[in-house]
């Protein structure tokens, strides 16, 4: 009854609730991408969750973010990662000991650059009389020389935080519900967005209807 209960639930969500801005629909997702040194700021397409299974049939799971999201966000989010595995492997819920989190600190070193000078067409408005005596605007282009622009080399300090969960099916820990996880990544309990859920959990939810 409950995997019907929590398919029902979660039939819709295979769309995508949340705005794109975010941290869920920015950040979760397989991770395929990580930054190139030197780097700053922060891309949705770098970090997310990646995972290994163990020998004893378990996971081990992390979710890493670069400056964002934060390591309480990656903490919540390698628990959703988990919940998914689990039903992925057909159980209801999974035994871990909690994530644990870390935040390295990596300094990006930029050099001086350049921006090369370049022509560009700005528009420019002149008032003219068409002979009935009004004045009407008529809009010309004229090309502006914008000079090269020294940009100073410029160190930046980032954080990579990152949260990593072991998990597994024979107890040795916390017991998490993995149906119950999912519906919370599902309806925002965590005001991080609505987790948009793996498809092939969400199949296999519907399929227990």
């Known amino acids: 009854m409950k995997w019907k209960s929590a398919a029902m639930a979660l039939a819709g969500m295979g769309v995508v609730w949340a705005s794109s801005c975010s941290p869920a629909q920015r950040f979760y997702q397989a991770q395929t991408a990580v930054p190139k040194k030197p780097w700053q700021g922060t891309s949705g397409k770098w970090g997310g969750y990646s995972d290994t299974r ?6 081990k799971v992390q979710f890493t973010g670069y400056n964002e999201p934060d390591a309480n966000a990656c903490a919540y989010f390698v628990t959703v990662r988990a919940a998914e595995l689990a039903v992925l492997d057909g159980q209801m819920g999974y035994y871990s000991k909690g994530p644990s989190t870390q935040i390295d600190i990596e300094e990006s070193n930029f050099p001086e650059r350049v921006i090369p000078g370049y022509w560009d067409d700005v528009p420019v408005v002149d008032y003219i009389s068409d002979g009935q005596g009004n004045v009407v605007p008529v809009t010309t282009y004229r090309s502006v020389w914008v000079p090269p622009e020294r940009i ?17 099916y024979s107890g040795g820990g916390k ?22 859920i793996d498809p092939k959990v969400v199949a296999i939810l519907k399929g227990k209807q």
Do not use: C, E, F, W
Request: proline share 4%; hydrophobic share 30%; aromatic share 2%.
């Open 175 to 196: 017991r998490y519900d993995a149906l119950s996880i999912l519906q919370g990544a599902h309806t925002n309990q965590q005001k991080l967005g609505r987790v948009t």
């Open 54 to 59: 163990l020998s004893g049939g378990g996971h």
């Open 152 to 168: 100073p080399p410029h160190t930046a300090i980032n954080k990579i935080n990152r949260a990593t969960m072991t998990m597994d």
